[in-house]
């Protein structure tokens, strides 16, 4: 079976009806999220799906020129192939996020097809379930979303943003009660410095938290360290990291207790499923990201999560814009906090191309606003020590002992 065709689909999502991202519930990327889908068409008349991401609307040109080079190439050389694009992105730098969301999106529809051509799921080309339903968290930015979330049966919930992250935290905790697990999200820089990083965590430990994530800046090494060293939860990051060995610091470092590698911009289901055993070599447990992600990363995910053994929780955006459920013809089945592994042939999603098209790309990119020292919005610098800092930070009545 051969490629005879890449082809690219982008669109505009429409925004979420509320996440953890900040404590308003909105965030500058839902006013102008774009998702970016391939279809790899071949001459045996199937044709496979991915989802790449990073930076969509650049990863969808990226595909375009790297698809002069694979036309022609077997669907089975899915290790080859991918070789082939990372020798080809080489002479452009250090790609990034960009370039292997670009092989994100291609190995994805390639599983797709190889599992498709079988007969068999995803799960089974990546070693059979280990899970027949994988559990998810969503987002609650107050009491009554984390409420509402309960009710319907999540089990797992995630508080985000800075601006008065331990009140909001210890009131969620006292509101869905010790059985809920429960994670907070400080984002890196901007928000933040690491010895503020630090007395937040340090407050937030009485919650048990399932985890803390991106407590600091994916570059800064020495500020994870001095995160591991002085506070006492779980740690979590690596969704802006794209390659394995960028991740490898993190891991022989003993930095993450949780990995979260985004699945449209880590390079594909190839390449997380070797992190996925750099990190069970580790001790460490696995959490794809999928925050800003449309509807066919979150299939391939799922299969994922199901076949490797250390699968931890997938990330979900829930209640989303309702054009999600129009994007695919369809929809994963999903309740009590889990999520069923799909059992048709290959990722079990394909697109409703027509819906697609309807959302032509107008942007895709947007900086956050509102959560600036006062003054200093237009500013936009990358760090910033939060300002006054008592009030940003001492936010329960009682200090922790």
Not at 2 to 11: D, R, S, V, W
Not at 20 to 47: H, I, M, P, Q, Y
Not at 77 to 104: F, N, P, S, W, Y
Request: aromatic letters at 4%.
């Amino acid at each position: 079976m051969k490629i005879t065709a890449i082809k690219g689909h982008l669109m505009q999502a429409g925004a979420p009806g509320h996440t953890g991202w900040s404590a308003t519930g909105k965030s500058a990327l839902a006013t102008g999220r774009n998702w970016f889908f391939v279809t790899l068409e071949t001459d045996a008349g199937l044709v496979g799906t991915g989802e790449g991401s990073g930076w969509p609307r650049v990863v969808a040109a990226a595909v375009e020129d790297l698809s002069r080079l694979l036309i022609g190439e077997t669907v089975r050389d899915v290790e080859r192939i991918g070789q082939k694009i990372r020798v080809a992105l080489m002479g452009h730098g250090q790609t990034g996020v960009v370039g292997m969301g670009a092989l994100a999106a291609i190995d994805m529809a390639l599983w797709d097809l190889n599992a498709q051509g079988l007969g068999v799921p995803v799960s089974a080309l990546l070693g059979g379930t280990t899970r027949a339903s994988v559990p998810y968290y969503v987002h609650a930015a107050s009491v009554e979303t984390a409420q509402a979330a309960v009710a319907d049966g999540v089990r797992a919930l995630k508080v985000g943003g800075t601006k008065d992250i331990v009140e909001r935290a210890f009131a969620i905790r006292a509101a869905v009660g010790d059985d809920i697990d429960l994670m907070v999200d400080l984002h890196g820089p901007p928000w933040l410095t690491t010895g503020d990083a630090v007395a937040i965590g340090r407050e937030l430990e009485p919650l048990h938290l399932l985890f803390l994530e991106e407590a600091v800046a994916p570059d800064d090494i020495a500020g994870w360290k001095r995160m591991r060293d002085k506070v006492a939860l779980p740690l979590a990051g690596g969704e802006r990291l794209a390659t394995l060995a960028e991740m490898r610091p993190f891991l022989e470092n003993g930095l993450f207790d949780v990995v979260q590698p985004d699945t449209g911009r880590f390079g594909g289901l190839t390449q997380m499923k070797k992190l996925a055993a750099m990190a069970e070599a580790c001790g460490i447990m696995v959490a794809p990201h999928s925050g800003s992600l449309g509807p066919v990363a979150e299939f391939a995910a799922t299969h994922l999560l199901s076949a490797i053994p250390n699968g931890l929780i997938l990330e979900r955006l829930e209640p989303d814009w309702a054009g999600r459920a129009r994007t695919i013809n369809t929809a994963l089945a999903a309740s009590n906090g889990l999520i069923e592994v799909p059992q048709g042939a290959g990722l079990g999603v394909t697109l409703d191309l027509d819906f697609v098209a309807s959302h032509p790309s107008e942007k895709n990119i947007a900086i956050a606003t509102g959560g600036w020292n006062a003054g200093t919005e237009n500013q936009t610098v990358l760090t910033q020590a939060r300002r006054p800092r008592a009030p940003q930070f001492l936010t329960r009545k009682t200090p922790t002992p």
